[in-house]
C-alpha cells in the first residue's frame, strides 16, 4: 500500500521525506529529511533527527578554532547522511543570513559557511539553526524508485518540525501530521 500518492514531476525541495516501515537500509530506518534540491538528475537533503553521539557544538568549535559557545556547549551536531560525513551544513531561519546562504523554503535556509557557526556559536546566528555533517543524496530516479516501493512518505516541511520537535518524537509527529499511526503500518509492503 503506497501510504502519498507522488507526482514525480514535481520537485520535492522543501519538503519533509519521511522512511516508512518498509525502509531496507538502516541508515535511513525511522528517519526523516529535509530535501534541499530535487530534480531529474539528483536529490540532496540532511537527516534532521539523527544527532550525534560524541559530537557537540563545542567539539565542532575546537575543530574549527573558533570561541567556544556562549549558550549551549552541549548542543548536538546532527549526523546529515552518509554522503561526504567530513562536509558541514547548516539548516537555518532566515533571520540571519550569510552571502552564501541559499533559501529552501519558506524561512528555511541552507548554508555551509564557517562564519555563520561562528555566529551561531557566539550567540548571535539566526533563532533556529541545525548543525549537520554529511548528507543524503540520490542519483537520477534512485529516490524516485525508492517511493514507488513504499520506503518514503513526504509533507511539507514546517519550522516547527525542524526546529522546535523532539529529535525522538520527529518521525512519529510526521506520520500524525499525516493522519497515520506508524505503529499500525506494516514493515512488509505487497501488491494486488
Known sequence: MAIHSVDYTKTLAGQLLVATPQMTDPRFQRRAIFICQH????????????????????????QLDIDQPRFEPDAPVYIGGPVEPQRGYILHTDDQMMPNSVPVRDNICLSMHVDMITEISRGLGPLHAKILLGYAGWSAGQLEQEMKQSMWFHLPATEEMLFN??????????????????????PQSGSA
Open 165 to 186: 520537535t523532539e529529535d525522538a518524537l520527529i518521525w512519529n509527529k510526521s506520520f500524525l501530521a499525516m493522519g497515520i499511526n506508524a505503529g499500525s503500518l506494516s
Open 39 to 62: 530534480d531529474e538528475s539528483a536529490a540532496m537533503g540532511f537527516i534532521i533527527n539523527q544527532p550525534s553521539e560524541e559530537i557537540t557544538i563545542s567539539t565542532i568549535s575546537d
